[in-house]
């Protein structure tokens, strides 16, 4: 998959922790994107970052959620006080700056379980 | 409000025929459509796409079709291939004032190719 880095692949969490979910772009891409993927559920658009900015994070809940994307370091997906309704698997993608149309590149995803 | 629906959950197809995957939008920013396909537990992978400017665009055995009026897409497999079995997602993508873009991901079809 182009060299989009998740980590880690699985992670468990009780209810009420917090889950950290990072995502290491393909070297050169300034595009961050996360969707979330729910069981039997197509995948949602939750937050696009670019470099130390947030760009558009209208798919993301308002509470307990937050995305950043540091000038040097992988982006971070970050859920405060897990229910058993985040567990789903979250794919970040990343895209080149360049023009339009480029498609973006996913990592192989994060499956979350709350338990 | 779904944006981008694939009304066919699943997909039947024998091997060697045609197999044909249905994609509707709704909003008519979107100038950009992509088909990623997806294995169990993997990211989706790149697939194929059209600007808005075209009609069709052949990629080997993958050919997409875009009818702007009726607001819909098709991407054709010919022939289908075993391994042609996955989860197959359209998106559409609009543009950002910044050059960069937001996917919009269909619910997805899962194409099942019988030997």
């Known amino acids: 998959n182009a060299g989009v880095m998740q980590n880690p692949r699985h992670l468990v969490r009780r209810r009420g922790q917090e889950a950290r979910l990072r995502c290491s772009p393909v070297k050169g891409h300034s595009h961050v994107y996360w969707y979330r993927q729910l069981p039997e559920e197509g995948l949602k658009f939750m937050v696009y970052l670019q470099k130390e900015n947030i760009i558009d994070e209208s798919g993301m809940p308002k509470e307990r959620f937050s995305a950043e994307f540091p000038k040097e370091g992988p982006s971070i997906l970050r859920i405060q006080q897990v229910v058993r309704g985040d567990s789903a698997a979250y794919f970040c993608?990343?895209?080149?700056?360049?023009?339009?149309?480029?498609?973006?590149?996913f990592g192989q995803g994060t499956r979350l379980t709350v338990v | 409000d779904q944006q981008v629906k694939q009304n066919s959950p699943s997909l039947s197809v024998q091997e060697g025929r045609i197999s044909i995957l249905n994609c509707d939008y709704t909003?008519?920013?979107?100038?950009?459509f992509l088909w990623y396909k997806k294995y169990p537990a993997e990211g989706p992978t790149f697939l194929i796409s059209i600007s808005s400017i075209k009609d069709k665009n052949e990629d080997g055995r993958f050919t997409v079709f875009l009818n702007k009026s009726a607001k819909h897409l098709s991407l054709h497999i010919v022939p289908s291939q075993p391994g042609d079995s996955a989860v197959y997602f359209c998106a559409a993508s609009a543009l950002y004032v910044q050059g960069a873009q937001k996917l919009v991901f269909g619910q997805g079809t899962r194409l099942t190719i019988n030997p």
């Open positions: 909003n008519s920013m979107f100038d950009y």
């Open positions: 993608a990343s895209s080149p700056d360049r023009g339009r149309g480029t498609e973006a590149f």
